[in-house]
């Protein structure tokens, strides 16, 4: 099963939640980047948060989208974002992540990750496209859900 998530507004506690409510087993985060100044989303501190709650941690940085595209994207610059991510995806590299995720996502739950909460407004939804039209799935977009607390 193929998911993507983003972790805009949420905290590490509610996102490691989600994911294992949505029973993912592997989180592939397709940033350029893996850091974050959210806290405990950059990669070591991330990954190391998966690993205690049972779930793998991949970083494929080869599928980020570059800062051009990230700025364009913050402008609502659609085309241009578009123009330079599918430039990204002509890659050799890229396209080995895309074989990676088809792979790993052939037999075990997989979520992309990366920043926006709507997928629509990132590239992990062109690349989870690509994806399902390989695996002939269809993607789950997943929200990070706030876990209720108990009042103090």
């Given at each position: 099963m193929l998911s993507t998530i983003g972790y805009e507004g949420a905290s590490l506690e509610d996102f490691i939640s989600t994911m294992r409510e949505a029973g993912i087993e592997v989180l592939?985060?397709?940033?350029?980047?893996?850091?974050?100044r959210r806290k405990g989303f950059s990669k070591t501190a991330l990954s190391e948060a998966l690993a205690d709650a049972g779930i793998e941690y991949i970083h494929l940085r080869e599928l980020g989208d570059p800062k051009q595209g990230r700025d364009a994207a913050r402008r609502g610059d659609w085309k241009e974002f578009r123009r330079v991510f599918n430039g990204v995806l002509r890659s050799n590299s890229a396209k080995e992540g895309i074989d990676r995720i088809s792979?790993?996502?052939?037999?075990?739950?997989?979520c992309?990750?990366?920043?926006?909460?709507?997928?629509?407004?990132?590239h992990r939804k062109i690349v989870s496209e690509i994806v399902e039209s390989r695996l002939c799935t269809k993607t789950r977009h997943l929200g990070v859900r706030r876990l209720e607390r108990a009042a103090a």
């Open positions: 592939i985060d397709i940033r350029e980047r893996a850091q974050s792979s790993i996502a052939s037999g075990r739950s997989v992309l990750l990366c920043y926006e909460r709507d997928e629509k407004t990132c």
